[in-house]
């Protein structure tokens, strides 16, 4: 069988004393009040060995979303959660990490295995244990079952796809990051894949992703695509190939409805209703986007496969509609004697800007050289960086014209 070789002598053990410092986070008592990621067992019958580490922010409210994140090779999930950045909006907007661990014991590397059939295929191996662990959560913590997403970077990129794939009835979006199609291996070998790319028609690589769970009637998940421009691990022609999968599974064209341009010489291309994004970042190589710093968009730590551009987690979340309100409003309490006076509520989400700002934030999308609202689809004016609007969010991804 084969075992991710190409991988194995590219990727070396560069992020080992990163992700040993950071281990501690998993095994040290928090004290109360004081989130802390934490290590899961007995999740469920866990067919492909893995571990589980969940973090839940302090006052996390019933209902909360829920986000798997799944490291790259070398790595662990101590290390990609202290690094990667999810923390910081894990916290502002109250949704719970669930972070999946691979072991050396099932690949040498610690590689997730995307190329395994056993692994890949809906209801055995790693992607059972990863849907169990979603299913923990819960059961356990109250996280609310439509409003599941995974993202991953490398072979966890990888097995990102494969969750989606194969369990589009319980991820709403995700994130591949430096990632591949689904079943670009098998039948390719992974040296293909990684170092050349699978050229497949749109239809081709749509029809692998329908196969995975050929009983499915409702929607599939969004999906948002990062690479670097000069990745030599992991070459950025699997982006397109991505591209052309998910597009395909949506039912919407491979030419971009828009495009951006973000910081850190990065480009976006949306395509259809905000179905797939594609994010291409100049210059960057195999690793995951930050940007550390204190700035709303800002987040993660440098490290070996964390590369300081552009905080992708923070792109992300807005994209999976995370970015609600930071804590419920309060329940209003009658008074017997005081007269009656206007319940406090926490302000709404209102953004100011541009109508191109608001698409490539993902507020909003164009279609025929207008702007439209995410969610409601009232039209906003022309869509360019003159014209502006006022946008207020009422919903997961689901905003309205005005504050």
Same mark, same amino acid.
């Given at each position: 069988?084969?075992?991710?070789?190409?991988?194995?002598?590219?990727?070396?053990?560069?992020?080992?004393?990163?992700?040993?410092?950071?281990?501690?986070?998993?095994?040290? $008592?928090?004290?109360?009040?004081a989130?802390?990621?934490?290590?899961?067992?007995?999740?469920?019958?866990?067919?492909?060995?893995?571990?589980?580490?969940?973090?839940?922010?302090? !006052?996390?409210?019933?209902?909360?979303?829920? #986000?798997?994140?799944?490291?790259?090779?070398?790595?662990?999930?101590?290390?990609?959660?202290? !690094?990667?950045?999810?923390?910081?909006?894990?916290?502002?907007?109250?949704?719970?990490?669930?972070?999946?661990?691979?072991s050396?014991?099932?690949?040498?590397?610690?590689?997730?295995?995307?190329?395994v059939?056993?692994?890949?295929?809906?209801?055995?191996?790693?992607?059972?244990s990863?849907?169990?662990? #979603?299913?923990?959560?819960?059961?356990?913590?109250?996280?609310?079952?439509?409003?599941?997403?995974?993202?991953?970077? +490398?072979?966890?990129?990888?097995?990102?796809?494969?969750?989606?794939?194969?369990?589009?009835? #319980?991820?709403?979006?995700?994130?591949?990051v430096?990632?591949?199609?689904?079943?670009?291996?098998?039948?390719?070998?992974?040296?293909?894949?990684?170092? +050349?790319?699978?050229?497949?028609?749109?239809?081709?690589?749509?029809?692998?992703?329908?196969? $995975?769970?050929?009983?499915?009637?409702?929607?599939?998940?969004?999906?948002?695509?990062?690479?670097?421009?000069?990745?030599?691990?992991?070459?950025?022609?699997?982006?397109?190939?991505?591209?052309?999968?998910?597009?395909?599974?949506?039912?919407?064209?491979?030419?971009?409805?828009?495009?951006?341009?973000?910081? $850190?010489?990065? +480009?976006?291309?949306?395509?259809?209703?905000?179905?797939?994004?594609?994010?291409?970042?100049?210059?960057?190589?195999?690793?995951?986007?930050?940007?550390?710093?204190?700035?709303?968009?800002?987040?993660?730590?440098?490290?070996?496969?964390?590369?300081?551009?552009?905080?992708?987690?923070?792109?992300?979340?807005?994209?999976?509609?995370? !970015?609600?309100?930071?804590?419920?409003?309060?329940?209003?309490?009658?008074?017997?004697?005081?007269?009656?006076?206007?319940?406090?509520?926490?302000?709404?989400?209102?953004?100011?800007?541009?109508?191109?700002?608001?698409?490539?934030a993902?507020?909003?999308?164009?279609?025929?050289?207008?702007?439209?609202?995410?969610?409601?689809?009232?039209?906003?004016?022309?869509y360019?960086?003159?014209?502006?609007?006022?946008?207020?969010?009422?919903?997961p991804?689901?905003?309205?014209?005005?504050?």
């Amino acid at each position: 069988m084969l075992r991710f070789p190409s991988l194995l002598t590219r990727l070396t053990g560069a992020v080992a004393g990163m992700v040993l410092a950071a281990a501690a986070v998993a095994t040290v $008592a928090a004290p109360a009040q004081a989130a802390t990621l934490t290590q899961v067992t007995n999740f469920g019958s866990n067919p492909g060995n893995l571990a589980m580490y969940a973090y839940r922010p302090d !006052n996390l409210p019933a209902g909360a979303p829920a #986000v798997v994140l799944l490291h790259g090779c070398t790595q662990n999930a101590a290390g990609y959660f202290a !690094n990667s950045g999810w923390q910081k909006f894990a916290d502002q907007w109250k949704f719970a990490l669930i972070v999946a661990q691979q072991s050396s014991a099932n690949q040498p590397l610690s590689c997730f295995n995307w190329f395994v059939e056993q692994d890949i295929t809906r209801g055995s191996g790693e992607a059972l244990s990863i849907k169990q662990m #979603v299913d923990h959560a819960r059961n356990n913590y109250g996280t609310d079952a439509r409003r599941v997403f995974v993202s991953g970077l +490398s072979a966890g990129g990888g097995m990102s796809a494969v969750m989606l794939a194969t369990y589009p009835d #319980v991820f709403a979006a995700g994130s591949v990051v430096a990632g591949l199609p689904y079943r670009c291996s098998p039948p390719a070998s992974t040296s293909t894949c990684q170092y +050349s790319g699978v050229n497949k028609t749109p239809q081709q690589w749509g029809d692998l992703v329908r196969a $995975a769970y050929p009983g499915h009637t409702g929607p599939r998940p969004r999906v948002a695509i990062w690479h670097g421009t000069s990745d030599s691990t992991v070459v950025p022609a699997n982006a397109t190939e991505l591209r052309d999968q998910w597009t395909n599974v949506r039912g919407v064209s491979q030419t971009p409805t828009s495009t951006a341009s973000l910081p $850190a010489n990065t +480009s976006l291309e949306v395509y259809g209703n905000n179905d797939v994004r594609v994010y291409r970042v100049s210059g960057m190589g195999h690793g995951t986007p930050v940007d550390p710093g204190p700035g709303a968009e800002q987040c993660g730590t440098a490290a070996a496969y964390m590369l300081d551009t552009i905080c992708s987690a923070y792109h992300d979340a807005v994209f999976f509609g995370l !970015n609600g309100p930071t804590s419920p409003s309060p329940t209003p309490t009658a008074s017997p004697t005081a007269s009656p006076t206007a319940s406090p509520t926490t302000a709404p989400t209102c953004v100011t800007a541009s109508n191109y700002a608001h698409v490539a934030a993902g507020r909003a999308y164009q279609s025929g050289g207008y702007a439209y609202a995410n969610g409601s689809n009232q039209r906003m004016g022309l869509y360019n960086t003159f014209h502006t609007s006022t946008l207020k969010q009422t919903g997961p991804n689901y905003w309205v014209i005005g504050c």
